[in-house]
Every structure is written in structure tokens, then in C-alpha cells.
């Protein structure tokens, strides 16, 4: 789908993409269309599949007004959608990879990536290295010649190291390697994928997106050489989205510019605070000067979102550190303690990125063991340092 030119900002174009439909009755939005049969005129046109929609799993309406708004986002050849995050990584590998191919995976990939890989593809003869994502220039040493396909994070989840994708597109694409990438820190409004060069771009649209922690969807933009194999790979697994998600899902789009505005600057002075405390050690929010990754996310992303970890300084013993991390997340009365991100509401949770589950290639890192992860929800930024300060007070009362 091609970009209307006349269109500078993203905001604008948040307002009026996916809006083909909007001829119907002149609504604004998408009517939200529960199917599975779609009639055909007749047995002919039926034997042909000769209309635009033919059966429920493969589009409606719906689902095809917010497929169409990504790809313009996106600048992708095509968009599919799955029913989460993680289903969206895993149509997206599954296109693309098969018995006797090596996968390559950043270290600091959201985990439940790394359990598909060890879970499934492993089973199906695929075999997954995971190289390290603060030194991501190395990744040749890891290529085996039967290395087929790569899949970025940046920043990586819970660590947030920023990797020089420009440098490992030209790596991959040197050796004629698919590469796929999880944006969905930056979401499409912030770095854009397929501008870059990687083939294929996936959103947890569980997270910004939706933007409202009340529904999971996932995308998957494809640049023109992998989009034929990713379609295929979507109507073989049969994956398909409920109407009303999808519809949540376009309406939280809509707003994403404005909301990512304000998580983003509340998130920058959070994150600022917090690293000018003695009793804190290490911020990991690429948008503060003293991260690794600055110069880089300065250069590729336009604009930093919510979500970024914290270690309060700690001398105790690990159970003594983990005892005082619990103490100063129980003591928080605005920031809820969950999973996911993205939403409107903050939150909060211990991350031990070294727990097996998450590192393999890395695991000595200093400072690295204990985290706090937080999202910066679109709460006044003032009262939230207040409620930190709580968990500040409760974390040093806490007794090793
Ligand atoms: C949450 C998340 C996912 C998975 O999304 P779900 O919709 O929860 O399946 C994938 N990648 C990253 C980076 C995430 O944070």
C-alpha cells in the first residue's frame, strides 16, 4: 500500500490510514464483522473465490482496515495479523525457517522466544544460537553455513541494549539471510524496520498499540521477498484474530502518536530522577546519555517509549536483594504489579535477567542480576516518583 505523500507527520497519518471502508454509510470506522461463511453469488464465482472476502479466517473488513493501516505504518508489502505477540514471532520464524537451518537470536530476546526455539524449532530440526546483543558486530562468528535466518530485538527486553541493525542487515543480507525483528519497544512510529532493510517486521500490538491492556494481537510486516511465504505460512496455520480485538486494536492506534508523546517525555524524567540517586546504581533507558547504546538509538530511533529497568544500589546478600527488590515492589500504590506494558496504567516487576530462562551467551554482566523493570504509564510523572519514593523508603526499611 503505497504512502499519500502529502502526508508529513505520523499523527496525521494515524487519523486516516486503514479507512477504505469508510464509504460504508460514511462512518468513520470499520464495521466490526463477526464471520466465518461469506456467501458467493453463485457456484461458479464460489469455485473461483472470485470476491474480495471468502471466508472468515482469511479477512473481513475488519481485520483487513487495520492490516492496511500498518502496512502504510509499516511501508510494508503486506501485514499479518495473529492472535498475539508471540503468535506473530512465530508465523513470522515458521515462513521462514526448516528442518536443517541454523537460526540465529539475539541473547536478550523476550524469553518466551527462546522457549519456542528450544521447544519447537529444535523439534522440528532447527537449531537456534543466540549471540550477544551488546556486541552484536560479532554475530560472523556465529554463521554456520546453513545459517538461514536472524532475528533481532532491539532493545533487548528487560536489558535494553541497543544494536547497530544497519551494521547487521548488511551482515545478513551479505550472506543472503532473512532477518526478522521484535519492534514492539519502538513500535513502527519510532524506528521503522523495512526502512532499514530487515524483511520482517513484528509488533506485539498487545503492548502500544491496543495501548488499553485489554487486548492481545499480534502483526507481522513483510517486505516483498518474504511477504508470498509469510501469507502462506498464516493460511496453512490457520491463524486468525476475533473481530473485536482487531477493532480495539485500530482504535488504539489511532491515539498512539499522543499517548507515546507522553509516555515518552514522563519515562525520560522518571528515568533521569531515578539515575540521580545515590541509591540507585545503573539506569537502562537508551534515551539517558550515560546508556551504551545512546549514540546508536540517537542515530536510528526517533523517539524512546516507557519501558526501561533500574538496580537500587544493594550490598546484601541474593536473598537478602531479592527480599528488599519485593518489599519495594509491594510498597507501590500507583504502579500495578504485572506483566506486559503499553497500556495506560504503569507497572512494575522484578527482572532477573540472568535466571536461566533468559541468558545463554552472556551471564556475567556486573550490576545485571537484580532489576526492577518499569513502564511509565500516562499517570502525572510527579506522582509516580512519589509512589517510587514509597518503595525507596520500603527497600531500605526492608531488613536483609
Ligand atoms: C510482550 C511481548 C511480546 C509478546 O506479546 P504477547 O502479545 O504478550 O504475546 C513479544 N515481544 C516483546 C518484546 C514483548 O514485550
Redesign the pocket.
Known sequence: MKKDETIVHADTQLARIGRSFQHIHGFINPPVIHASTVLFKNSEMLEKEAQSFVYGRHGTPTSQSFAEALCVLEEAKGVVLAP????A?TVACLSCLSAGDHFLVVDSV?A?VRRFCEGVLARLGIETSFYDPSDSTEISDLFRPNTRAILF?SPG?LTFEIQDIPKLVEIAKARDLITLM?N??ATPLYFRPLAYGVDLSIQ?G??YISGHSDV???SVASGPATWPALEKTRRLLGLHVGPDDVYLALRGLRSLGVRLARHQTSALQIASWLEKRADVTRVLYPALPSHPGHALWKRDFSGATSVFSFAPLCNASPRGHRRKIHAFLNALQLFGLGY??GGFESLALRATPQGRYFREAQTSEQGLSELIRLHIGLEHPEDLMRDLERGFSAFHKQSE
Request: no cysteine; aromatic share 16%.
Open positions: 498475539s505477540g508471540l503468535s514471532i523476550y518466551p530485538e527486553s521484535d514492539t519497544w506485539a498487545t503492548k492481545m494481537i499480534g506486559s506494558w
